[in-house]
């Protein structure tokens, strides 16, 4: 049974960090483009940062510069550290997978995660 099991967030102040986890069990972890989404209250699902392998991270405009997501193949586990935080960053994230990143990118994914809430206060 695939699971996607996110953790980390919390709440901060504006200019803060805070760095997600996503533990995965059930799939071949490292054969799979892994990703992190997030949801506003009434705004859609948007992706955030997206990785292949070890390499070639993709991120959104909106947090480039300060998230970095990185993998830990030999634990299943996927991160997602966030450095200089704002309010609009608020959300729920998601951790999610795919064998294909471009299903990843459009935000179709196989397995979705079921999100850490992260607020940011000004």
């Known amino acids: 049974q695939v699971q996607l099991v996110e953790s980390g967030g919390g709440s901060v102040q504006a200019g803060g960090s805070l760095r997600l986890s996503c533990a995965a069990s059930g799939f071949a972890h490292n054969n799979y483009c892994m990703g992190w989404f997030r949801q506003a209250p009434g705004k859609e699902r948007e992706v955030v940062a997206v990785?292949?392998?070890?390499?070639?991270?993709i991120y959104a405009n909106s947090v480039k510069g300060r998230f970095t997501i990185s993998r830990d193949n030999a634990k299943n586990t996927l991160f997602l550290q966030m450095n200089s935080l704002k309010p609009e960053d608020t959300a729920m994230y998601y951790c999610a997978a795919d064998s294909v990143l471009v299903n990843l990118w459009r935000g179709s994914p196989d397995y979705w995660g079921q999100g850490t809430q992260v607020t940011v206060s000004s």
């Open positions: 990785i292949e392998g070890d390499y070639r991270p």
